[in-house]
């Protein structure tokens, strides 16, 4: 009989398969189950290897950005050494070729959160090897996708930390041409999406960025067009959100400081004036607190460009409006450190108007007001960044004057720690900041004259030859105020014929201060290191 047969499918030939090959089959069978349970293990282990590394790395954010937020407050910022410590070994030991967008992002924040609390603290090159770090991380981000403009964005703000440390740390030409990188980034994000107006804006950041470090080199035309750059940008955005107003403001402000440093200080004056237009036509300026502090600062620094004009009345009556201005906020809020130093400035301005107009016990007593808003500090801060170190440097020099003055005795020894920090022994004396030089060389001159008086003169010629030997590098940059103690110093030194050529370059400039009639003064006498010092006129 015909065999009856059923018909042919993949179920009947695998069971036939089965029933050859059990021995086979089942060792297979063995095999296949091991795998699929040691993938299985493997795929959990993995996963879990990534939850418990997003939960680490959460927490490392946690602790480095909430918490720091409660710890900087209380200067206890120091709590952090051991986690920043921890982090960084922990990131130290990871392949980030290994790691995905999401670790590679983390991994930024965590380094950038480390940088900032580094440079708050005053650790400078640790501060740069971790934004360096984060730079290098962002960089393999948008090297992942060139396109993104998050990465985009998120780069350049890594690369903008690395030149904000790299001018900190008195490294010119890499702050410059982080900088610059910064500011390609940022047209590559206006140009990626030109109605994204925050990206634009970074495009004004740059620029001012930019400007500002030309500033404190010395290059003051390049600062103005760096300036007026990031002013342009701002206009326009302006138009869109009037809120930016404020930051036009600003950009106004910093022009102003480009044209002081140029020796046109009639310009200078027009451009602050224009900058408190400016912020007067802001809503609700009267009760907004940020616009009122630029107001006093506006103020504060007219009086200044009055005084180097000679313009005393003026000077005075705008020192006191920034004074009025200050006094106002800080019975808001007593404990604003950014306000009180800003106040200090005014108030350190303010003293040595008072002083240059005969107003000795006025001076003394603003200068006992600026130095117990500026809380605890020492003469030789060396945490303190360019700003604060001004602010202690103009605190100490008005002490000084006061005394040559026929006033309360400054002690020296805090002027040379001053000296010391700010311009150590060895150093070339090429101060990245122009402004903080000009301090620094104001205090060297005041206590070199401060020890002639005493008698120690040999010790004098030491501070006065300090003195010309790190401005006269600086004398290419045509700044009157570094010229006037240049050439104070070279009559000290017996070098008349020097500072008489000085003098004329002076003449030549709108610089009219005080101080270079105190100079003509000196210039009369031939006063030299041998010879008695001619007092600050009073």
């Known amino acids: 009989e015909p065999v009856s047969a059923r018909r042919d499918a993949a179920s009947y030939r695998v069971a036939k398969f089965v029933r050859r090959h059990r021995l086979g089959v089942a060792a297979g069978g063995i095999t296949a189950v091991a795998l699929a349970v040691g993938l ?3 795929l959990w282990q993995a996963q879990e290897a990534r939850r418990q590394r997003v939960q680490a790395e959460g927490l490392i954010e946690f602790m480095l950005g909430d918490l720091r937020k409660k710890l900087q407050p209380v200067g206890r910022l120091d709590v952090l050494d ?7 070994a922990y990131y130290a030991a990871q392949d980030t070729d290994q790691l995905d967008a999401a670790s590679l992002g983390r991994r930024a924040r965590a380094l950038h959160l480390i940088g900032e609390i580094h440079e708050k603290r005053g650790r400078l090159d640790d501060a740069s090897a971790a934004f360096q770090q984060a730079s290098d991380t962002t960089a393999r981000l948008l090297q992942q996708a060139p396109t993104d403009g998050q990465r985009v964005f998120d780069h350049a703000q890594s690369v903008f930390w690395v030149g904000y440390i790299a001018r900190r740390r008195g490294h010119g030409k890499e702050a410059e041409a982080a900088f610059r990188g910064y500011g390609d980034l940022a047209q590559r994000l206006a140009r990626l999406d030109p109605d994204n107006l925050d990206w634009r804006l970074e495009t004004a950041y740059a620029a001012n960025n930019l400007g500002v470090l030309f500033l404190e080199t010395g290059r003051a035309a390049d600062a103005l067009v760096a300036f007026k750059d990031a002013r342009r940008a701002l206009s326009a955005l302006a138009l869109a959100r009037p809120e930016l107003n404020f930051d036009l403001a600003h950009a106004d402000g910093w022009i102003a400081k480009a044209l002081e440093m140029q020796g046109d200080y009639e310009s200078a004056l027009s451009a602050q004036g224009a900058k408190l237009e400016l912020l007067r036509l802001i809503p609700d300026a009267a009760r907004n607190r940020d616009v009122q502090r630029l107001i006093a600062n506006a103020h504060s620094d007219a009086s200044s460009l009055h005084m180097a004009r000679g313009q005393m009345a003026q000077a005075s009556g705008e020192a006191d409006k920034a004074l009025r201005e200050f006094d106002s906020l800080l019975k808001l809020d007593p404990a604003n450190r950014l306000w009180l130093d800003d106040a200090g400035f005014a108030r350190l301005r303010a003293a040595e108007i008072k002083l240059t107009l005969g107003r000795k016990e006025d001076a003394v007593a603003l200068l006992e007001t600026a130095s117990k808003d500026m809380g605890p500090w020492t003469p030789a801060d060396g945490s303190a960044g360019p700003r604060r170190t001004r602010l202690i440097g103009l605190l100490l020099a008005q002490r000084a004057r ?3 003055a ?7 020894a805090s002027l040379k720690a001053f000296v010391a920090s700010a311009a150590p022994p060895g150093s070339s004396g090429l101060l990245v900041d122009a402004e903080l030089a000009r301090v620094v060389a104001a205090v060297e001159l005041l206590l070199g004259d401060l020890l002639a008086r005493d008698g120690l003169r040999q010790t004098a010629v030491g501070h006065w030859e300090a003195v010309a030997r790190r401005l006269r590098p600086l004398a290419v940059r045509g700044d009157a105020h570094l010229l006037t ?10 070098r008349v014929s020097e500072a008489r050529a000085l ?3 002076i003449e030549s400039s709108q610089y009219r201060h005080p101080d270079h009639a ?5 210039l009369a006498h031939g006063t030299g290191a041998g010879q008695q010092v001619i007092q600050p006129r009073r």
């Open 406 to 412: 026929g006033g309360p005795a400054s002690p020296r």
């Open 402 to 404: 006061v005394e040559l």
């Open 82 to 88: 051991a986690v920043g410590e921890k982090t960084l």
């Open 503 to 505: 003098a004329r370059q």
């Open 485 to 494: 103690l240049l050439a104070r110093a070279e009559v000290r030194l017996g």
């Open 40 to 42: 299985t293990t493997t």
């Open 518 to 522: 105190v100079l003509v003064q000196e």
